[in-house]
């Protein structure tokens, strides 16, 4: 079955530490790739996306992310967190589905908590 | 300003009432996702459309509705077949191509009362 995993609920890190959310994902064919951030009651804010290309993708707010095709994965990285990045994160998979549409299916999301 | 708007922000439902969320988007996007958020956890594909006068059933359609018959508004309906409709809902656009992302609206809350 196609889909994404996001398999941590929750990451904490001391704010200027590194942090890493994890993706993987389960698709026929090439992935195009997402990361959204949400903020509470809030709609979804996209970060990045992989294409094709260089494995390591550049986003909003200093976020990062690195596709691994061997390991089916798309995580999330960002070299110094901050408080104002706690939030609920996305990772989310487009692919041309058995049906040959072309539906965006979400990961169950994981929140991240920066602490002071 | 360009953007998708989603209203209202927040629904109360009887019962037994069907509810109807706005959503229009001033993009020029070909296709349109509404999704149910429950608290705590992912989003859920209800509904999707890729052109106009077209829609699919998405991973959790029953006791759902939509129609696409501008490009610029994708309206759902909460039937009353929905046994469970409490949810935040939301509502994106994308330009319709495999690379593109998504833009979502700010969000429609729905509570049975």
């Known amino acids: 079955a196609q889909s994404v995993a996001q398999p941590e609920d929750q990451v904490n890190v001391a704010e200027g530490n590194p942090l890493t959310v994890k993706c993987t994902y389960s698709?026929?064919?090439?992935?195009?790739l997402f990361w959204y951030v949400q903020y509470p009651n809030r709609g979804l804010q996209f970060l990045l996306k992989?294409?094709?290309?260089?494995?390591l993708v550049k986003g909003s707010y200093g976020f990062e992310a690195e596709f691994n095709k061997s390991q089916s994965s798309f995580h999330l990285k960002k070299p110094s967190a901050l408080v104002s990045d706690s939030a609920l994160y996305f990772c989310a998979v487009r692919a041309i589905w058995m049906d040959s549409s072309y539906k965006l299916i979400f990961g169950s999301g994981t929140r991240l908590l920066v602490r002071p | 300003d360009g953007g998708i708007t989603q209203s209202p922000k927040y629904l109360f439902r009887k019962e037994g009432q069907n509810v109807t969320l706005s959503c229009e988007q001033n993009l020029n996007h070909d296709a349109m996702y509404w999704y149910r958020q429950d608290p705590g956890q992912g989003l859920r594909l209800i509904y999707y459309s890729q052109i106009v006068n077209d829609f699919q059933k998405g991973d959790i359609a029953e006791g759902y509705s939509v129609s696409r018959e501008k490009k610029e508004s994708f309206p759902l309906t909460v039937t009353s077949a929905q046994k469970n409709p409490t949810a935040f809902y939301l509502c994106?656009?994308?330009?319709?191509?495999?690379?593109?992302?998504?833009?979502f609206g700010q969000g429609t809350r729905l509570t049975v009362v």
């Open positions: 992989y294409i094709t290309g260089d494995n």
């Open positions: 698709v026929s064919g090439n992935p195009y």
């Open positions: 994106a656009s994308s330009a319709g191509g495999l690379h593109t992302e998504a833009f």
